[in-house]
């Protein structure tokens, strides 16, 4: 069985490849991915964010002229916007399986054999790509960023979240299990969801916890109280903890109802310099997460703007430098292709490659408020 090597990994199977998974999978790694949409871009469109808001709009009358505004002044955020991408090297068994494919020597069995293989190696890139997505989108809503891995560095990033709706905790306030008799995560609570209301006109519907916070938060006297209060119920001294159903119900009572309460405790597997994996979490366990569902899916309140790869420009300037076909201009991520391993064959190998370019953008600096409880 003769096949090309362009059949097997020329750019257009590779997209079709690329698109049967995004479509199979419908990538939601973290609830924020989703409620956070991707929108196309260009690179000046991420590098500037515009200051200040249009004022109310005025009362004309027929035939009478409309008085017009001047834009605000841009504020430039940043000079370059970020790749988001990584490659696998092919093994010396898919090589090996490469060349009978591509000189007569292998079978029918061994082209799905392969394809099953290049299938499964772009969803593990596809599936990367997308969550270092899904951490930007993270990083708006809790409008905090930092990295320092394979040189480069970057902290104390933050996207324009309110400093008067970013409260931290301190001493006898904080959210730990030494602090139950002192906590007030209630009354805390309520004061940030009024403080948005009063001050931004923004009106706070869900509150997100990591459940070792609601654990301690519902262990809390303050809380305990309360829900006595609220649910008519004399709790027994062995009653806490309560189910988490059961505290959710209640915590939405003692907030005054019409408020989500909402457990994320969403994870990812990063790969450290030295080689060795380890978790991490989307949003910090310390971050109690205050959002409006009325934001959801909004691209006037935030989004991901999703750019066209540098590598596809590349590519056409370059022909052959991609197996196949060169990726069409203006192809936005998450976006796969094949190269060789290095443009001098030392060491020789073939290396699969997934890319998306663009960066999270808030566009309401009110849209998520914050309690750093610990």
């Known amino acids: 069985m003769l096949i090309a090597l362009s059949q097997i990994l ?4 590779i997209a079709k490849f690329v698109s049967e998974i995004v479509d199979i999978r419908q990538y939601q790694v ?66 090996d399986l490469l060349y009978r494919l591509t000189n007569g020597g292998g079978l029918a069995v061994d082209a799905g054999s392969l394809d099953t293989k290049i299938a499964g190696y772009l969803a593990g890139l596809i599936d990367g790509v ?16 930092a990295i ?19 409260v931290t905790l301190t001493g006898g306030q904080q959210y730990i299990n030494a602090n139950l008799a002192t906590m007030t995560p209630v009354a805390d609570a309520l004061a940030l969801i009024r403080k948005a209301k009063e001050t931004y006109g923004i009106t706070y519907d869900r509150i997100t916890y990591a459940t070792a916070v609601f654990d301690v938060i519902t262990a809390s006297d303050e809380f305990k109280a309360k829900a006595q209060i609220f649910s008519g119920v004399t709790f027994g001294s062995g009653s806490f903890p309560l189910p988490v159903g059961t505290a959710k119900e209640l915590l939405q009572r003692v907030l005054g109802g019409g408020i989500e309460i909402e457990i994320d405790d969403s994870t990812y597997f990063v790969e450290n310099e030295d080689g060795t994996e380890s978790t ?14 009325a934001a959801d899916g909004n691209a006037g309140v935030w ?30 991520g998450p976006v796969g292709y094949v190269t060789a391993a ?21 566009h309401h600096d009110a849209v998520t408020a914050k309690i750093i409880c610990k």
């Open 342 to 362: 290095n443009g001098n064959m030392n060491p020789p190998g073939v290396t699969l490659w997934a890319v998306t370019k663009g960066m999270s953008r808030r």
């Open 10 to 13: 020329g750019t257009t199977r």
């Open 148 to 166: 320092d891995k394979f040189g480069i560095k970057a902290s104390g990033v933050t996207f324009g979240m309110k400093s008067d709706l970013k």
């Open 303 to 332: 989004d991901f703007a999703n750019c066209p790869v540098t590598e596809a420009i590349a590519s056409n300037l370059m022909p052959g430098t991609v197996i196949g076909n060169s990726i069409p201009a203006g192809t936005r």
């Open 280 to 293: 991490a979490r989307y949003v910090a366990e310390a971050d109690v997460i205050f959002s409006t569902k």
């Open 30 to 95: 973290s609830p924020w991915d989703a409620r956070i949409p991707d929108v196309p871009a260009t690179e000046d469109d991420i590098i500037w964010k515009g200051a200040g808001s249009l004022a109310v709009a005025d009362v004309v009358m027929d035939g009478a002229m409309a008085p017009t505004r001047k834009l605000k002044p841009s504020t430039f955020v940043q000079t370059k916007v970020p790749n988001l991408k990584h490659g696998l090297d092919l093994d010396q068994r898919d090589l």
């Open 130 to 145: 997308n969550k270092r997505k899904a951490i930007l989108k993270c990083a708006v809503v809790s409008d905090g960023f």
